[in-house]
């Protein structure tokens, strides 16, 4: 919970603000851009809401925050909030909210699917009480897609719950996730069924995938994200933890594949107009990376 005499001097007065605890994840610049702010190494708020929808924003980006540093002067109820989380994106496609602080708030996805498919969770997101409750009423998970091993966070504690089989390339797995079911091995893309493939793209991390839904949503993890500074797409040249020449190679070879949307694990994400226009973004993210 944050703490009001921790509250950072950079905060507006008024209601919100933001305490010493933050770990400048990005997550509430992402879910209330007009409330906060960035600062060096932390986020602020920059402007109280205006608004009865821009408080639900900014108490929406209280509920997801990591590590609880955004906190209210009379703490109002934050029970709206939980209510709208997962939160719908595009054809099923949902941010599930309740980031964990072991991903360093990496944003987590549901892709809501009736049976024999099953929902599928993309990354794992913190094991919250509202978020098991909504899922289960959902129908549970049947598979969660893990893109590195950066980004599991509780993946066990979703396992146990609803039984999902987790998926995890073999260069990236690590004591605590051993244990996963399907471990994908070698540089191969892998049909996990009709509508879900797994395209290797080594670079971020040596085992990164990419998680590619109905040749249109495409889940990068940390591989891929939308940079609204830029106003394009870009990888993390300063947190590339294994190759960047490798990482360049696997972005070329997404360009055989088709998709308008690039959903992140950090970063933001992007809905281009048409496949084509994806396709021109990625090759102009090409013509940076070979530069950087």
Not at 168 to 192: I, K, M, N, Q, Y
Request: glycine share 8%; proline share 7%.
């Amino acid at each position: 919970m944050a703490r009001l005499s921790e509250r950072l001097p950079e905060n507006v007065p008024g209601e919100f603000y933001v305490d010493r605890s933050c770990i400048d994840c990005d997550t509430c610049r992402r879910i209330a851009p007009d409330v906060f702010a960035e600062g060096e190494s932390f986020s602020y708020v920059g402007r109280q809401p205006a608004s009865e929808q821009g408080r639900l924003r900014a108490l929406m980006a209280l509920v997801a925050c990591p590590t609880a540093s955004i906190g209210t002067a009379s703490r109002l109820p934050a029970a709206p909030a939980v209510g709208l989380f997962p939160e719908p994106i595009d054809g099923g496609v949902y941010f599930c909210g309740f980031t964990s602080k072991d991903s360093f708030g990496a944003w987590s996805y549901l892709i809501r699917r009736p049976a024999p498919g099953g929902n599928v969770l993309v990354d794992s997101p913190r094991a919250a009480a509202p978020l098991l409750s909504r899922l289960d009423e959902w129908g549970g998970v049947r598979l969660m897609f893990l893109t590195h091993r950066d980004d599991v966070a509780d993946h066990a504690a979703f396992h146990k719950r609803f039984g999902c089989e987790r998926v995890l390339h073999e260069d990236d797995l690590t004591p605590a996730t051993r244990s996963v079911e399907h471990v994908l091995r070698g540089p191969a893309p892998v049909r996990l069924d009709d509508e879900l493939l797994a395209i290797p793209v080594p670079g971020h991390t040596r085992g990164h995938t990419v998680l590619l839904y109905r040749e249109t949503y495409l889940f990068t993890g940390d591989h891929l994200a939308w940079s609204p500074g830029r106003k394009s797409l870009y990888a993390f040249r300063d947190a590339c933890w294994y190759s960047w020449e490798e990482q360049i190679h696997s972005m070329e070879r997404l360009l055989d594949y088709r998709f308008e949307w690039v959903l992140p694990g950090h970063g933001w994400r992007h809905h281009a107009a048409s496949a084509a226009a994806m396709r021109s973004e990625l090759e102009r993210c090409l013509t940076w990376m070979r530069r950087a």
